[in-house]
Nanobody, 125 residues
Framework: QVQLVESGGGLVQAGGSLRLSCAAS????????MGWFRQAPGKEREFVVA????????LYADSVKGRFTVSREYAKNTVYLQMNSLKPEDTAVYYC??????????????????WGQGTQVTVSS
């Protein structure tokens, strides 16, 4: 079992930036792919980005390409999501997820078997 703890959410004005962190503990040696999803009020959970390990292949949702950047710091078992040029439509609870069964990136919610509790990101217009 992997425990994931997100941090870094908050309130920011449109055009601003935030960096989310996801610290993993537990059976981190089995992690292959890490991902970020988000869920806005009244909407389904939406894929944002995924990154594989050890070769950092990335997959981004079209809605965040060019604005968001994912990275991972192996020594700290931490994944980061740098979010720039934020828009009000980016407002959501952001969840970190881990896929311990595969080595290739995926945008499929069902492929991820561990989830954090989420961190709120609010972008004001």
């Amino acid at each position: 079992q992997v425990q994931l703890v997100e941090s870094g959410g908050g309130l920011v004005q449109a055009g601003g930036s935030l960096r989310l962190s996801c610290a993993a503990s537990g059976r981190t040696f089995s992690n292959r792919v890490m991902g970020w999803f988000r869920q806005a009020p009244g909407k389904e959970r939406e894929f944002v980005v995924a990154i594989s390990w050890p070769v950092p292949v990335t997959l981004y949702a079209d809605s965040v390409k060019g604005r968001f950047t994912v990275s991972r710091e192996y020594a700290k078992n931490t994944v980061y999501l740098q979010m720039n040029s934020l828009k009000p439509e980016d407002t959501a609870v952001y969840y970190c997820a881990a896929d311990s069964r595969r080595m290739s990136v995926s945008s499929n919610f069902a492929d991820f078997d561990s989830w954090g509790q989420g961190t709120q990101v609010t972008v004001s217009s």
